[in-house]
Structure formats: C-alpha cells, structure tokens
Nanobody
C-alpha cells in the first residue's frame, strides 16, 4: 500500500478557489489510480473525481467545469484544483489510491480503494 497525506483545505467564501494536494509515499505511485472523495456531516462519503495512471480523468456531475484533477508522478502528488466553490462543496476531502492494471480505469466507490489519507477540511461560506 501507499501512504497518502492531503493538504490545502481551508475556509473560503463562495466563488473562491482552493487547490488540494495528495502526496504519496511508500510505493511507486505511477501505476496507481487516485480518487478524491468528500464527506459532509451526516452524509456518506461520495465520489468527486479520479485520475487513472494513464491520465484519464473522471468527475461527478456537480463539479464538472469547476474542479480539475491532475497528477505529477515525478513528485508523487495528485492535485485537485477547485474553482467556483459553492457551500454544497463543504466537507472533508479524502484522497484514495488503488493499484490498477488498466491505464484508463478508476474506481467510483470507496470500497474500490486500498489506501486513504487522513482528510482535509474544506468549508465554503455563503
């Protein structure tokens, strides 16, 4: 398994931007798919976005056009650029990783991932 550490969360106003980082250590990162999930109080953890080891990206509908996921394998880091933040984006954001045979495959459910970070809080005020 790979160890993951998220950073970059904070308190912002609606319309602002944040960039989250997910730094990996412990294993070769380049053949892992990485996803971002979020969890609001009282709600289940939900899929936000993911990137395959080949660079294919996938987004939930509510963040398309506002969020961008990217990866820098040389730095063992995945980024989540969040623009046009809304109060409904509030939650704890977790990155997760899964080793993948296929260059374009990712997981959409938390159970499909093996490694998780500790989470970073994102709060968007109206």
């Amino acid at each position: 398994q790979v160890q993951l550490v998220e950073s970059g969360g904070g308190l912002v106003q609606a319309g602002d931007s944040l960039r989250l980082s997910c730094a990996a250590s412990g294993r070769t990162f380049s053949n892992y798919a990485v996803g971002w999930f979020r969890q609001a109080p009282g709600k289940e953890r939900e899929f936000v976005t993911a990137i395959s080891w080949g660079g294919s990206t996938y987004y939930t509908d509510s963040v398309k056009g506002r969020f961008t996921i990217s990866r820098d394998n040389a730095k063992n880091t995945v980024y989540l650029q969040m623009n046009g933040l809304k109060p409904e984006d509030t939650g704890v954001y977790y990155c997760a990783a899964r080793i993948s045979t296929y260059y374009d495959r990712v997981g959409y459910h938390p159970d499909e991932y093996d490694s998780w970070g500790q989470g970073t809080q994102v709060t968007v005020s109206s």
